[in-house]
């Protein structure tokens, strides 16, 4: 059986030229919570998966590689996953093309004329 927390519903907008990251407990309504992440990490965040393509990356190494806040770069990697511009094998980050960057950034500005 699941635990209550799992049960949550996640979307993402762009406000402000950030990326949000709505997080919803149905059944929790107190434990919703919004986290941002501006353009500039999320371009960063691209181009850094793009230089790890050949062995991957972590949340940890691309955080450190950038100098970005956790909560920035693990926004930017949920939508990445979401639109399927990024892979997780064996909780490695890997591109699931050779132009992640583009296609991150083609999936972001989608979503900021919506």
Known sequence: ???PHRHRNVSFQVINDHLE????????PSRDYVHRCSRDVFREVAYTIED????GTTLDQIVQAIDAPYTQVNVALGFMKERGCVEVHHRRIFPASDIVYEDAMIEFMHLADH
């Open 21 to 28: 990251m709505h997080v919803v407990f149905p059944k929790q």
């Open 52 to 55: 790890y393509a050949a062995g």
């Open 1 to 3: 059986m699941p635990r």
